[in-house]
């Protein structure tokens, strides 16, 4: 195997911020390889919906006559599912494959894990790092290296709820460097066209504009298909009810193809490899009774793939697309056994209603730790170090 490549210190000129990504390890899919982007003498029309036709722009030229207004737009190229590059266990070729998304855009963490909070929150990373334990971690409950933004005199507590703290950030989708990357996880899914046609037009009006569509269905629709799904496994959308409402039809014993089967929270303990999945926007569900009644006016939804899983923490970790505008892991509170505490038990929390579990015998598969990107994140950042002149990584802790 090669050695791993140096990453990437990409640089957001809107926010002139440093942050270093990482390359996919060898073997992992370029979702940015499924698409490209047409510009130049190649740029297409622009299109506009107007009713059930896409119906070309036009500009007025000097001369009173009018001409088609051409703009840059990615093409998908390669739309095929499965893809080419399965094998072994898909929940395992899954899970590595959103670490190393979640690596390419710059391993970014949003805590919502449950912890006492106050009105202004308190800030982490004080004292010595050599010394401090990464509190939300390894030591979730531990006040090592906080530190009060504000005097705690005039600060408040505001009881124990989901933090929603933005633990790093990294990439975002309006980041030049991740465009391609969106744009292939469109690719993945039948009709994707849409999004890609429809950021043509947002990009024309604004060059540094984000993604007008949001992205996560489609985000879980690409690791299904490079995980080796077809479509008859996974009804890979725009939309996360086409397959959960897949899913709810499998366990009804109507959809025998599918490989992900619908549960309850109350049902099952979420595991490495399963989608745990919320009520968002408008959406009212909770339940998979609700999503095969279709008991809601809307449809929003949003599922995480989970990575792994720490019931004695009181947390689980999921990988989810579209995230804080990125691919960002996500702790999440749990109860003692393992179940995501929804809304209605932690304030602050999501709409938790569902897991979705792959139907596949065998035992329970490792998580996020002993993927093949995880062990090799340790030599890209060795490497990263080397380039820049930063600290050199050592470990936390002894396996």
Not at 46 to 64: C, N, S
Not at 321 to 327: E, Y
Not at 337 to 359: E, H, K, M, V
Not at 373 to 382: G, I, K, Y
């Amino acid at each position: 195997m090669a050695a791993p490549a140096l990453p990437a210190r990409a640089q957001a000129a809107a926010y002139e911020r440093a942050i270093p990504n990482f390359p996919r390890p060898d073997g992992s899919p370029d979702p940015a390889l499924r698409v490209r982007l047409l510009q130049g003498a190649e740029a297409p029309p622009l299109l506009t919906r107007i009713g059930a036709q896409a119906e070309p722009l036009f500009r007025r030229l000097p001369d009173g006559s009018y001409a088609v207004v051409q703009a840059p737009r990615w093409q998908a190229v390669d739309t095929g599912c499965p893809a080419r590059y399965g094998g072994g266990d898909p929940r395992s070729r899954m899970i590595d494959l959103a670490a190393a998304e979640w690596a390419y855009f710059g391993l970014p963490v949003l805590d919502l894990s449950a912890a006492p909070s106050t009105a202004v929150p308190r800030g982490r990373g004080g004292g010595d790092p050599s010394t401090a334990t990464p509190p939300a971690i390894t030591a979730p409950s531990s006040d090592i290296g906080t530190f009060d933004i504000i005097d705690p005199s005039r600060n408040f507590s505001t009881g124990r709820r989901a933090t929603r703290s933005a633990l790093r950030l990294g990439l975002m989708e309006d980041d030049a460097q991740v465009d391609a990357t969106i744009a292939g996880y469109w690719a993945a899914v039948p009709g994707g066209d849409d999004a890609l046609r429809v950021q043509s037009l947002v990009r024309f009006g604004s060059r540094d504009a984000g993604w007008a569509m949001p992205w996560s269905a489609a985000f879980v629709s690409w690791l299904a298909c490079e995980a080796g799904f077809s479509s008859a496994q996974f009804r890979r959308s725009a939309s996360h009810f086409d397959y959960v409402s897949a899913a709810v039809q499998a366990r009804d014993g109507l959809d025998p193809d599918h490989a992900f089967v619908a549960y309850d929270l109350d049902e099952t303990l979420p595991r490495a490899g399963d989608l745990i999945c919320a009520a968002r926007a408008g959406s009212t569900f909770r339940s998979i009774a609700d999503v095969r009644d279709r008991n809601s006016d809307s449809q929003a939804l949003h599922c995480d793939l989970v990575v792994k899983t720490d019931p004695a923490a009181h947390r689980l970790y999921a990988v989810g697309g579209n995230v804080a505008q990125a691919v960002t892991l996500s702790v999440i509170a749990t109860d003692a056994g393992g179940r995501p505490l929804n809304d209605a038990l932690l304030p602050g929390s999501n709409r938790w209603f569902a897991i979705l579990q792959p139907r596949i015998a065998g035992a329970p598969v490792p998580g996020l730790d002993r993927t093949p990107t995880v062990l090799s994140l340790f030599q890209a950042w060795r490497r990263y170090a080397e380039a820049t002149g930063t600290p050199a990584p050592t470990p936390l802790k002894t396996p």
